[in-house]
Structures are given as C-alpha cells and as structure tokens.
C-alpha cells in the first residue's frame, strides 16, 4: 500500500516556464512533507519542506503548497532552469519522526533550453 | 557544518559473495542513521534505521543486516548476495527527532 504517491512519472517544461510537480498522500497522521531533488548516481538533496500547520512555503523560486483537505501537495518551480533537470521525491512523515519518513517513487523533470 | 560520506560508490559482486558498505557521518553528535535502497522503479525503500549505538531497526525482511558499532558510523552488510540485492544504497543522517533526513553519496551495488 502507498502512502506516498507521485502518479507522474516524468514531466518535460520548456525554460523559463513553470514546472509543476504533484504528490498525494493517503495517511491523514502525516504532518511533515519534504521535496527532495535527486541527480542521477547521486544521492538525494534535501530541497524545501512544509509543516501542516501551513499551506505554502516559498524558498527562492521553489513553492511547496499543501492542501490537506485532499492530501495533496505539489512543488512549484518558478522559473525553470535546465539545471533543475533531475528526479524529485516527495516524502512524509508523521507526528515529527524522521524515523518514519516515507518517499513517493519520484517525477523525472526534464527543462528543455 | 555536518559531512556524510559512504563507500565504495561501486560495487560489483557475485551471488553468494559476502558485503559491507559503510557510511560515517562528521560534525554532529547521536545521529539518527538510515539505510535506503532506489531500486529500478520502486522510489527509495526504508531498509534499516538507527537511534543509538548498537539500536538497529529493521523495516523489512531482506538478506542484509545492519550494525551501529560507533555513533556516528553504520554498517550495512550481507553474508551471501542474492541477484535481488542488486540496487542503489543510500545512507542517510538526521537530527535526532528532527524531521529532515541528509544522505550521503550512494553506493551501485550490482551482484552478478
């Protein structure tokens, strides 16, 4: 059973533009929510995280929103650059343990110049 | 600043071969400690996590094992690779009760 799903297994956006990536979650004691960037034969880089007691954080041109109403999160990358070009996890955990931190299976973006 | 570093980054070994891949983190103290698998497909799979010295916990049955013997390093190893264990490993430190894992390099293993 997947608690964390990213039904989109690969996403391509032109430069300049934005890159939208979704993730949605079907366990309601999440209550942390992390994006991870991840380059290929590297390990995966801690990008922007969000608590529930929020809706959006916004880190430079990276936007978390959440809506936890539909236990749906996405990232949102503003403007896109080619270098953003990497595979990106969601991951949640609940009641604060990172013990527990469970990932989605990644969205492939692609930025075209 | 705090440092994770894992090695080897490659690894190629036969079935029935045994394995150690270790991972040590610097510049902090009684981190938590998490072995992760990325398999072709399946997202990153919580293998085995640590709170303590010699405190392992493991999250799924498998043919591999984990060991604590320092604060700050963790041991992932397997006394006979199967085909199955091929995949790449990530360890991974955190604050202990903090909500942001880091991890490290990664290691290819791939069993032949």
């Known amino acids: 059973d997947q608690q964390v799903k990213q039904n989109s297994p690969s996403l391509s956006v032109q430069e300049g533009r934005i890159s939208i990536l979704n993730c949605d979650y079907t366990n309601s004691m999440f209550d942390y929510f992390l994006w991870y960037k991840k380059y290929p034969a590297e390990g995966p880089t801690f990008l922007i995280s969000?608590?529930?007691?929020?809706d959006k954080n916004e880190d430079g041109r990276f936007t978390v929103f959440l809506n936890k109403s539909a236990k749906h999160l996405s990232l949102h990358i503003v403007p896109s650059q080619p270098g953003d070009s990497a595979v990106y996890f969601c991951?949640?955990?609940?009641?604060?343990?990172?013990?527990?931190?469970?990932f989605g299976k990644g969205t492939k973006l692609t930025v075209n110049p | 600043s705090q440092t994770i570093h894992q090695w080897p980054a490659t690894l190629v070994q036969p079935v029935g071969s045994p394995l150690s891949l270790e991972c040590t983190v610097e510049?902090?103290?009684?981190?938590?400690l998490y072995w992760y698998r990325q398999a072709a497909g399946r997202g990153l799979q919580l293998l085995f996590y640590?709170?303590?010295?010699?405190?392992i916990s493991s999250e799924v049955p498998q043919n591999l094992s984990a060991s604590r013997p320092q604060d700050r390093q963790f041991i992932l190893s397997s006394k006979k690779l199967l085909l199955s264990d091929s995949g790449f490993y990530l360890c991974a430190w955190s604050v202990a009760g903090g909500n942001t894992i880091y991890f490290g390099e990664g290691s290819w293993l791939t069993v032949v």
């Open positions: 991951a949640a955990s609940a009641r604060g343990g990172s013990e527990k931190l469970v």
């Open positions: 640590s709170v303590g010295i010699g405190q």
């Open positions: 969000i608590s529930s007691i929020k």
């Open positions: 510049g902090t103290s009684n981190p938590n």
